[in-house]
């Protein structure tokens, strides 16, 4: 039969089928625990409330929301009633979020009570927005730099709890968007239909992948504000796993609280968190439920995966995706055939970011056509499939990254005879000396695998003779010392010479970007013309 796949049908099958699991908050005030029997009712207010305030079908609603159980209201509350969900990036600039707001046309905004002052500064821009709903335990309308404002709990005190969903939208209407960075420009932006987002749910519960259950307590402590969360919530919710959300800027002391005291199985986060989480572990080891951490966003250091697993027995998982993939693209998980080699094989495999997830298909293109799957050659990986975008939201730029019927990520990688992908770089993350490619992330991972380093980020920094030259910029771990020398000499036996970095600058921190990558943009804007002053070139 051919059913719609919609957002209603996660939301009706997990509160039909388990309201007695937990939407499991932290607030300023303590944790909060919703049965999903109440959640279910919130949510259907929640619809209520927005209908009241004048949204229809097709109208987007952006959320300016941490990770909490409103926001997670929202994340079913608004599919569910055929509006559309557009999270916004609170960590953007103001500049940025008024583009957003505007490209997408919101008619209504979630914000956390604590992030109202984001509007100060965006009040006069924002013309679509007709009114402001404010998320909080107690709040103040009328201290809303926008008005109307509405108390979100005095709004779904007057809901109905029965509010009917539409069962006859169009499968392939939009249901969600998020807007990601662009290397220049505004950011632009990805809609999720309901189809993309069911099959992407459903993916999260194979056993290849992530094998969310009713037996899992999930925490997502990637920001709800991006890329769906990885779209942990909705197969959360669907398959009836508990699910805990960490509120407000958790520190890694707070996650790993929480993991403890709400015996968390499954957590997903960048790996700059979870540098941080270990940090914590290794301080003061505990011993906790975590059946999988799930790491992506940015490349996951081989290093990191062995101290959780070896250190701390806590089996750690690398995937790989982007916003407009809803995200999940890859995972990186041993075949049967490959659980009998070394365990440094093994490691070396799983630090890769894996194959291509079942109902993806993918390209490995280079300047000559399809490069072979020899784990050598180079090319730009192209992907296609129900949950991947096929274009921008109203937006000509979206001619450069879709073209032929695939998605073009701009991210360079080689693939094995297995099918194994290991990302390279970005296209333009790559640096480029004497006209041969150097992978930035291939020596950062080999420098944050040293035992005094916390972070390292390598750019490419212009230089009259090469073009450009890598320079290593690296975090020590507290009390840690180390000289450029010893580094480069650390380096020495894993790379070709003219690879190593020219020159290593320490610092306090990394810049990152909102989402907690490294912001290599800023480090190569603050060294560009560092190298030929400083450094004599390193190539023979
Ligand atoms: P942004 O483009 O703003 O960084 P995305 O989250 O959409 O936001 O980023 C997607 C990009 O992040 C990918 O194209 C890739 O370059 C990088 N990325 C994601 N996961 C991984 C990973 N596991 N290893 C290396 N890079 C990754």
């Known amino acids: 039969m051919n059913t719609p796949l919609l957002m209603e049908h996660l939301f009706t099958y997990a509160t039909t089928y388990y309201p007695r699991r937990e939407v499991i908050t932290r607030t300023a005030s303590g944790i909060q625990r919703f049965s999903y029997a109440q959640f279910g009712e919130r949510a259907r207010r929640l619809s209520s ?52 707001i505007n490209h997408a046309e919101d008619r209504v905004l979630l914000v956390d ?3 109202l002052p984001l509007l100060e500064s965006i009040r006069d821009n924002i013309p679509t927005v007709r009114a402001v709903v404010i998320m909080g335990d ?23 709890p029965h509010f009917g969903y539409p069962t006859d939208l169009d499968e392939n209407s939009p249901m969600g968007m998020c807007y990601t960075s662009a290397t220049t420009g505004n950011p632009k932006g990805v809609l999720y239909s309901h189809r993309g987002l069911y099959l992407h749910s459903l993916l999260l519960g194979m056993a290849n992948t992530a094998a969310l259950s009713e037996n899992d307590t999930v925490l997502p402590i990637v920001p709800m504000f991006h890329a769906n969360a990885w779209g942990i919530p909705f197969a959360a919710v669907w398959f009836g796993a508990n699910i805990v959300l960490p509120g407000p800027a958790p520190t890694p002391a707070i996650l790993v609280d929480l993991f403890e005291k709400e015996h968390v199985t499954v957590a997903a986060g960048v790996p700059t968190v979870w540098l941080g989480v270990l940090q914590q572990l290794d301080a003061n080891p ?3 439920a975590l059946r999988m951490v799930l790491c992506g966003g940015s490349a996951a250091p081989e290093s990191l995966i062995r101290a959780y697993e070896e250190r701390h027995h806590i089996p750690f998982v690398h995937a790989y995706g982007m916003t407009e993939t809803s995200p999940l693209a890859t995972f990186s998980r041993l075949k049967t055939h490959q659980q009998s080699l070394s365990a440094d094989e093994r490691l070396a495999i799983r630090a890769t970011q894996g194959f291509l997830v079942p109902g993806l298909e993918m390209r490995l293109m280079s300047d000559h056509g399809e490069a072979a799957w020899n784990g050598e050659e180079m090319g730009e990986l192209w992907l296609r499939g129900p949950w991947v975008a096929d274009q921008y ?37 790559l640096i480029k000396s004497g006209g041969e490619w150097i992978s930035s992330v291939d020596l950062e991972n080999a420098i944050m695998g040293h035992p005094a380093v916390l972070e390292a980020a390598v750019v490419g920094v212009a230089h009259p003779k090469w073009d450009e030259r890598p320079l290593a910029c690296v ?7 180390v000289t450029p020398a010893e580094l480069i000499g650390f380096l020495q036996p894993k790379f070709p010479k003219w690879w190593l970095p020219d020159a290593v600058v320490f610092l306090d921190e990394i810049p990152k970007t909102s989402v ?3 912001m290599k943009r800023a480090l190569r804007d603050q060294y560009r013309d560092y190298m030929p002053n400083q450094a004599e070139p390193n190539p023979s």
Not at 411 to 425: C, P, Q
Not at 475 to 481: A, E, H, I, T
């Open 49 to 100: 409330a927005l209908a009241t305030l004048g949204v229809r079908r097709g109208d987007r609603v952006g959320t300016l929301a941490w990770n909490d159980h409103r926001h997670l209201e929202a994340y079913f509350g608004i599919p569910c009633m055929g509006s559309v969900l557009h999270t916004i990036n609170i960590r953007l600039a103001p500049d940025q979020i008024a583009y957003i």
């Open 138 to 160: 107690h709040v103040d309308p009328a201290a809303s730099p926008i008005q109307p404002a509405y108390s979100y709990e005095a709004l779904l005190a007057e809901g109905d």
């Open 516 to 518: 907690g990558k490294f």
């Open 286 to 288: 505990r011993s906790l």
């Open 393 to 429: 939201y109203q937006d000509e730029r979206s001619q450069d990254t879709f073209m032929d019927g695939w998605l073009h990520t701009g991210d360079v990688a080689t693939v094995d005879a297995e099918g194994f992908i290991r990302l390279v770089d970005r296209t333009k993350d």
């Open 475 to 481: 975090v020590l771990k507290p009390g840690q010392s």
């Open 113 to 115: 009570s604590g992030l």
